[in-house]
């Protein structure tokens, strides 16, 4: 078990509106991260400090949070946004990581 | 552009110790607010977090982990290392070193190294 718990996998056709939510008692005093990991490549932060976007992320990647709940949200996905999707965080005392298990984003 | 680099043993025996290295290049690990971590991923399965060292010295460890890992630097070589106790299979996973800053991440990662625990 993870200590973040996020679904194993989510799909969702091209166009579509694709969300990824996050829970852990520990998420109301922690920021919470996502990464985008495609094979062969190193994941990369498209949203940190649960809402804010990295530069070059484009802007159909959005993130909000709501009590013990993380939300990763992509419109209008496009086929080259298939790839694991992992929410991070810390511990209540915020020493300690925690990740979620990944949710495996398929594009039909 | 900072780049990390795993290194060490692929295959560790039962009980032994597992040690890895992670190289630096592109900035120095003794300066800047950055925390250097350590994850692994356990085949077919998703992220654990091992822990990671500030540039000061100091530590922080997963609890699960903690009686078991040390994380140390080497500035002399821009280097990081992990060292894992007592390892089983359990330990069997890719091994990544991570840097992370406060607030945006774990912007830059190796590619990982594979280490089987097995006799």
């Known amino acids: 078990s993870y200590d973040l718990t996020q679904p194993p996998s989510v799909s969702v056709s091209p166009g579509q509106t694709a969300r990824i939510t996050c829970s852990s008692n520990a998420l109301p005093n922690q920021y919470g991260y996502w990464y985008q990991w495609k094979p062969g490549q190193a994941p990369v932060v498209v949203i940190y400090k649960n809402n804010q976007r990295p530069s070059g992320i484009p802007e159909r990647f959005s993130g909000s949070s709501s009590g013990t709940a993380v939300t990763l949200t992509i419109s209008g996905v496009q086929a080259e946004d298939e790839a694991d999707y992992y929410c991070q965080s810390a511990d209540s005392s915020g020493v300690s990581g925690l990740f979620g298990g990944g949710t495996k984003l398929t594009v039909l | 552009q900072v780049q990390l680099q795993e290194s060490g043993p692929g295959l560790v025996k039962p009980s032994q110790t597992l040690s890895l290295t992670c190289t630096v290049s592109g900035g120095s690990i003794s300066s800047g607010n950055y925390y250097w971590s350590w994850i692994r991923q356990p085949a077919g399965k998703g992220l654990e977090w091992i822990g990671r060292?500030?540039?000061?010295?100091?530590?922080n460890y997963n609890p699960s982990l903690k009686s078991r890992v040390t994380i140390s630097l080497d500035t002399s070589k821009n280097q990081y290392s992990l060292n894992l106790i007592s390892v089983t299979a359990a330990d069997t996973a890719v091994y990544y070193c991570?840097?992370?800053?406060w607030g945006l991440g774990l912007d830059f990662w190796g590619q990982g190294t594979l280490v089987t625990v097995s006799s």
């Open positions: 991570a840097r992370w800053v």
């Open positions: 060292i500030y540039t000061s010295g100091s530590t």
